[in-house]
């Protein structure tokens, strides 16, 4: 009998340990919890360890791809940490069939999201937006967040079928009340009124949005978010010297 697949999470293991460990490690255990049914334990301990074992094989920073089948077995895939411009071009992609009344969590080998990414740099981009029924539903490895003309700040609506992004909510509690950020259904009409836009991922950072599909994304310093998230960056928040998580 064909056993399901499992759930995964991936993080950044940074010369001073991993990024958001914690919340990568609550996230797998409510996935797990959904797909399997039952509660999932895992010793932190054992877990650090091999975490440390990884980073003195490869170079750091790099991606660490945890997975955690049926039965509670960890394995730990590591890989090279690609480097992207600081903006970044994107085509848009249909969503890859899944459960898109729900939010999704990470699970199985997702070739449909990888082959999505293969498609947009084959058109000449830098990465994919996936999109269902012109709507704006996620990225192929990153979150986008959009700024209006309006003043409105949003992200899609998870209830879609986004995963739930780690690096962004940390971001937004470094932030506090600086940003205050909707979820809603965000309509591909709906680029025309952006007045900034950003990509946030574990695996990309924080990135800003040139274009969509060829369609330039202004840049309008008054609204700020490509300063404000950029100034997280530039802090050292995705190499772990912004948050309290990193002290160990």
């Given at each position: 009998?064909?056993?399901?697949?499992?759930?995964?999470?991936?993080?950044?293991?940074?010369?001073?340990?991993?990024?958001?460990?914690?919340?990568?490690?609550?996230?797998?255990?409510?996935?797990?919890v959904a797909?399997?049914?039952?509660?999932?334990?895992?010793?932190?301990?054992?877990?650090?360890?091999?975490?440390?074992?990884?980073?003195?094989?490869?170079?750091?920073?790099?991606?660490?791809?945890?997975?955690?089948?049926?039965?509670?077995?960890?394995?730990?895939?590591?890989?090279?940490?690609?480097?992207?411009?600081?903006?970044?071009?994107?085509?848009?992609?249909?969503?890859?069939?899944?459960?898109?009344?729900?939010?999704?969590?990470?699970?199985?080998?997702?070739?449909?999201?990888?082959?999505?990414?293969?498609?947009?740099?084959?058109?000449?981009?830098?990465?994919?937006?996936?999109?269902?029924?012109?709507?704006?539903?996620?990225?192929?490895?990153?979150?986008?967040?959009?700024?209006?003309?309006?003043?409105?700040?949003?992200?899609?609506?998870?209830?879609?079928?986004?995963?739930?992004?780690?690096?962004?909510?940390?971001?937004?509690?470094?932030?506090?009340?600086?940003?205050?950020?909707?979820?809603?259904?965000?309509?591909?009409?709906?680029?025309?009124?952006?007045?900034?836009?950003?990509a946030?991922?574990t695996?990309?950072?924080?990135?800003?949005?040139?274009?969509?599909?060829?369609?330039?994304?202004?840049?309008?310093?008054?609204?700020?978010?490509?300063?404000?998230?950029?100034?997280?960056?530039?802090?050292?928040f995705?190499?772990?010297?912004?948050?309290?998580?990193?002290?160990?």
């Amino acid at each position: 009998m064909e056993l399901p697949s499992p759930v995964f999470s991936t993080l950044r293991l940074n010369q001073n340990g991993p990024l958001f460990l914690d919340s990568h490690v609550n996230r797998l255990k409510r996935a797990y919890v959904a797909s399997f049914g039952t509660d999932l334990k895992i010793d932190p301990v054992e877990l650090d360890s091999s975490l440390k074992s990884i980073s003195q094989d490869i170079d750091l920073p790099c991606l660490v791809r945890i997975e955690v089948h049926i039965g509670g077995g960890i394995v730990m895939v590591p890989r090279i940490l690609d480097i992207y411009p600081s903006s970044i071009n994107l085509s848009t992609q249909p969503l890859p069939q899944g459960n898109v009344a729900s939010p999704r969590y990470k699970q199985g080998d997702w070739k449909a999201y990888f082959e999505t990414r293969k498609n947009a740099i084959m058109s000449g981009s830098d990465a994919a937006l996936l999109v269902h029924d012109d709507s704006i539903v996620d990225g192929d490895t990153f979150t986008p967040l959009f700024a209006f003309q309006s003043g409105e700040i949003a992200v899609p609506d998870p209830m879609m079928g986004a995963v739930e992004s780690i690096t962004l909510g940390k971001i937004l509690e470094f932030l506090g009340k600086r940003i205050k950020v909707k979820q809603r259904k965000i309509s591909l009409y709906e680029i025309s009124n952006c007045a900034d836009a950003i990509a946030v991922g574990t695996g990309m950072g924080i990135r800003r949005i040139a274009s969509i599909d060829d369609i330039t994304i202004p840049t309008d310093l008054e609204a700020g978010l490509e300063y404000i998230l950029c100034e997280a960056e530039d802090m050292g928040f995705m190499e772990g010297h912004a948050d309290a998580e990193w002290e160990h």
